[in-house]
């Protein structure tokens, strides 16, 4: 076993370490193709009124994972930490070899020295600003060059000019991203940014963000309530519990209600359920595509509009499933 000789080794050996477990647990496989293997490793605690918050995870480069669960999890807290904007009470954050947060060594680099890009649910913009001057202001020499591209990333050349008091909250949620994006981060922070959105709009925003994620290969970690977003958006989902990972995985694996062999899934939400015979004919949103199945009474009798079901192929039969 090789000892490390100072704490740049012990990071070294340590961020080492987690890729490897990373790769034998089989995540690897869903990511897309990486950089290298950088990664951010977070494993932190923080008691948050009743609850105690402990998180031990590591995102590699490239990767997109999803935080699932409910209000008070402490799922913004999380971010918030990561970002420097809040301080753990123990533990240690890694970004690539760099330390940023080392309760043992009094280590704590404030938010700017940090390489986070974060979205907030209410945008975070200056109103009075215009799109373009809000990207700038994220740039160390306030490029207007650089911020008219990362607006051009996001389709908003036509509106540089034009005051964010006067954008959509669509248009206000792309100046948030390019903004997130102008500092070049290690990792891409997004706190349920697309939830005030109608649900056309939020489709459309989430196809976009996931393009332009794909396209900068940038870690991102995403906050949502919303299964189907997480379904669409990542390839690795950590469902929080009273401030503890409860499930880690797959999104497919961890919120569906039991494992089964299939040739194929899709996850939707019931958006109507109807008796014709002696079946159920259930109306299903998965992503933008409305699908119609017909399930048993079984299948159906504890299924209710608003509720999110996987469908699976089994040997060519569909299979309905309640997702928890």
């Known amino acids: 076993m090789i000892k490390p000789k100072n704490h740049r080794d012990r990071d070294r050996l340590r961020s080492e370490q987690a890729a490897q477990n990373l790769a034998a647990s089989g995540i690897g496989d869903l990511a897309l193709p990486l950089r290298g293997v950088m990664m951010i490793e977070i494993n932190v605690r923080k008691k948050l009124g009743g609850v105690d918050l402990e998180f031990n995870g590591a995102i590699r480069d490239g990767e997109f994972a999803a935080i699932f669960g409910a209000s008070g999890a402490g ?11 809040a301080t753990p009470d123990s533990g240690r954050i890694v ?25 907030f649910q209410d945008y ?33 050349t036509a509106l540089a000019n034009r005051r964010v008091s006067e954008l959509s909250g669509g248009q206000k949620q792309r100046v948030a991203l390019a903004r997130a994006l102008a500092a070049k981060p290690k990792i891409l922070l997004l706190d349920e940014p697309l939830s005030a959105l109608d649900v056309a709009l939020r489709l459309e925003l989430q196809s976009e963000l ?72 259930l109306t299903l949103l998965a992503g933008g595509d409305i699908i119609k199945v017909a399930a048993s009474r079984a299948e159906a009798s504890d299924l209710k509009v608003g509720d999110h079901a996987m469908i699976a192929s089994k040997a060519f039969n569909p299979i309905v499933m309640k997702m928890n």
């Open 210 to 281: 996931l393009a332009i994620q794909r396209e900068r290969q940038i870690a991102a970690l995403l906050v949502s309530h919303d299964i189907s977003e997480v379904f669409k958006l990542s390839t690795r989902a950590f469902v929080l519990e009273r401030g503890k990972v409860a499930r880690d995985g797959a999104p497919a694996e961890v919120f569906a209600s039991g494992g089964v062999s299939n040739k194929f899934k899709i996850a939707g939400e019931v958006l109507a359920i109807e008796q014709s015979g002696v079946v159920v004919i």
């Open 124 to 156: 975070a913009l200056f109103p009075n600003m215009t799109a373009l001057q809000n990207v700038a202001f994220a740039l160390k020499r306030r490029d207007k060059n650089e911020a008219a591209r990362l607006l051009e990333l996001c389709q908003l």
């Open 75 to 85: 799922k913004t807290t999380l971010l918030r930490m990561i970002a420097g904007l």
């Open 95 to 119: 970004a690539d070899k760099e330390v940023w947060f080392d309760n043992a060594r009094g280590v704590n680099l404030p938010p700017q020295k940090r390489k986070t890009g974060f979205v």
